[in-house]
Structures are given as structure tokens and as C-alpha cells.
């Protein structure tokens, strides 16, 4: 559960253009729009802030999670709603008060360090892409 809990710390979308510390801006928007979505449950629009490999990730933590739980992988939305209901009410309040730590873009990526505060789960670096669509969340990483 701890490694789920870790992949709901990933889904952002921004504007584009701009210079870095407008797209450093845009990032940490994004990945507090995703978290809070995350938080209360709101599988599309935390869905809407991942890139495919985001979901693709999501998806894949919770399936293995669940293994025995759920017959077929879930819908990204879906994922989200699990993991709120698996991890717990402590985990979810951690996830909106991160603290966002080094932001970095380099062309068209990007990466944010985030810690929480209360220890719940390790620090994490959260990874992004701009698209057409403006920065999404694509993975996660120790």
C-alpha cells in the first residue's frame, strides 16, 4: 500500500509557453490540483493531470495491489477511488500538505522532489512532460 500511496503523488496539466519560473509555477499547480483531486476521490479530473504512462502506472500499482481483489484492471478513475478507499484518511490529508522541493525543466520535462511532513511515506520524485495539453504527471520515482 505504501508504494500506491506513493503513485497518488503524480498527475499535473499546465499552459505552455512561458519562461522557467512560469513553468516551474505550472508544474506545482499541477501536481497540487492532482493531489487534492487525488484526496477527495475525484477520479477524472486526477486522471486528466496524469500523462498515459501516468495512468498507465497508476493502474498497473493498483492491479497489483488488489491481485485477488479485482478481476479485471481498473479504469484510471477507478484507481483512484481504490486507492482512497484502501490507504486511509492520514495518507490522503499527508498527500495535499507535501512539501514541493526543487523543481526542475529541462526543455520538456520536468521533475519535482516533494516530502511529507508527517512521514507517511519516503521522499519522492514526481516526473513530468509537456505536451499539447501542458504539463502532465507521467511517473514517479525514489
Known sequence: ???VAC???VCLTGCGGGGPQTEQA????VLRAYLRAQAHGRGRAACALLAPAGRAELVSA???AARG???LPPTCPRAVRLVRAAVGRAVLDS????????VRVIGLVGSVRIRDPGRRF???VVEFVRGAGGWRITGIGG
Open 1 to 3: 500500500m505504501a508504494t
Open 7 to 9: 503513485l497518488l503523488v
Open 26 to 29: 505550472q508544474i506545482r499547480h
Open 62 to 64: 493498483v492491479s497489483i
Open 69 to 71: 481483489l479485482i478481476s
Open 95 to 102: 498527500l495535499v500538505k507535501v512539501r514541493i522541493r526543487r
Open 122 to 124: 519516503p521522499p519522492q
